[in-house]
């Protein structure tokens, strides 16, 4: 096969695997930025505040169902093949996303409502736990040497594509729809466009070829065995949570959390904060390779660090500068420098958790790793958040715990590179 053929085999193979991410988080950002109209629907209390974090709950929880997803499927993707578990968590995921999207409200069937929106939640997070580090572990396995941080940033990347894709919708619905039509029952018009291109992320799915990695491995090890390779390597998996806490809730509060944040905190107008998401997609998509490319020249551990320790010094400041007189440009400003924050490191993360967990559990760790720190760290930033300025009465308190994720991130930085295999420490420097 001549080079030219192996590169469109290779982008080909990247598009089919990273298909079903952009469908999971096409459905986690539409969650969040339609909460107020979701907490309206399924969530009805005669405060705003304690409806929107009901919400804000629900999206949580079913983040909680991450890493019972790692632990489930994880092993199976480790047993079965990287190929066939794809295919597992795209289908759950969409009946996920189907429920939420025909669930008639509050007003309609009741308490039987937040019940099946929750179920529906449950299934997402569930398939949502392998789906990304499943599909991380396979563009980690089809790389090339001396480019893994580039190709498994478009991990990520397809992410950054939905979020586009989802906010130009919205940005669409809000300029042809009046507010209270969107309230009412035009927030479900997303979901249902996510429902309609499943069939075809499916056919591209089920297109896939197995990685040579797994191909080469002798003996593929039984789920008893997986897990009992997964509590020998329980620090890497702590430490691995830690590393992705700084990706998780920089994303989460960048993404998710932004159209809130601006409408009912900041007093932007919707279409205001629509476009400041747009912004955040399309930079976010041009910072991931960036940062992948040059932690594969110059090493992981720098961009990781350097990037984490900017984080800790600028993140509360610049949100103190945002709410002290708030304005679009403002906004713009400091997402697009979270943004870079989230990408350059994210690029580099990735590869560098797929170099640290070993390789005949690598789906399962870096799943089980990644999931613990989007349950308990990332998907929880919009609850926090939204709970910090209520009780604080201060508007730029998000900033603490976007600094506290990236000391999280240093910290593990530091303690992975320390005791680092081959695979890490070639990747170090």
């Not at 039984?222 to 992705?244: D, H, K, P």
């Not at 349950?375 to 506290?404: C, E, H, N, Q």
Request: glycine letters at 8%; hydrophobic letters at 55%; one cysteine or more.
């Amino acid at each position: 096969m001549t080079e030219t053929a192996q590169l469109k085999s290779r982008a080909g193979a990247m598009l089919r695997a990273t298909s079903g991410n952009f469908l999971e988080q096409f459905d986690f950002f539409l969650f969040g930025f339609y909460a107020s109209s979701i907490s309206k629907a399924f969530f009805p209390a005669a405060n705003e505040v304690t409806a929107l974090m009901l919400t804000f709950t629900t999206f949580w929880l079913g983040a909680l169902m991450r890493p019972v997803g790692a632990l489930v499927l994880g092993p199976y993707l480790d047993r079965i093949g990287r190929r066939t578990g794809l295919i597992v968590t795209l289908a759950i995921m969409a009946m996920g996303t189907l429920l939420i999207a025909v669930c008639p409200s509050y007003a309609t069937i009741g308490m039987a409502a937040p019940l099946i929106v929750l179920i529906g939640r449950l299934l997402q997070g569930f398939s949502a736990g392998v789906e990304l580090g499943g599909v991380s572990i396979y563009l980690f396995e089809i790389s090339t040497p001396g480019n893994r941080g580039f190709y498994t940033s478009f991990q990520s990347g397809s992410q950054q594509i939905a979020i586009f894709v989802a906010a130009l919708i919205g940005y669409t619905l809000s300029a042809s729809m009046p507010a209270a039509e969107i309230t009412d029952w035009g927030w479900r018009i997303p979901f249902f466009i996510g429902c309609l291109i499943v069939p075809f992320i499916f056919v591209l799915r089920r297109s896939l070829e197995e990685t040579p990695d797994f191909l080469a491995q002798k003996k593929h090890p039984s789920t008893g065995e997986i897990f009992a390779s997964m509590r020998q390597n329980w620090l890497i998996v702590f430490l691995g949570m830690l590393l992705v806490a700084m990706t998780t809730v920089t994303f989460y509060f960048i993404t998710v959390y932004t159209p809130t944040f601006g409408k009912n905190v900041l007093k932007l107008t919707e279409v205001e904060s629509l476009v400041v998401t747009l912004f955040v997609a399309a930079t976010n998509f041009i910072w991931l390779p960036i940062g992948g490319a040059i932690s594969d020249r110059t090493g992981r551990r720098p961009v990781l660090l350097t990037i984490a320790l900017l984080a800790l010094l600028t993140a509360y400041p610049a949100l103190h500068w945002l709410v002290d007189g708030p304005t679009f440009a403002k906004m713009l400003a400091v997402e697009l420098l979270f943004s870079f924050y989230f990408g350059m490191y994210n690029g580099a993360m990735v590869a560098a958790l797929s170099e640290a967990v070993p390789a005949h559990v690598r789906t399962s760790c870096f799943s089980l790793a990644f999931s613990l720190a989007a349950a308990l760290f990332g998907t929880f930033t919009p609850l926090v958040s939204t709970w910090l300025i209520d009780k604080s009465g201060d508007r730029a308190s998000p900033g603490y715990w976007l600094m506290a994720a990236a000391a999280c991130g240093a910290v593990a930085t530091l303690a992975i590179y320390r005791q680092a295999t081959p695979d890490t420490a070639a990747a170090a420097t």
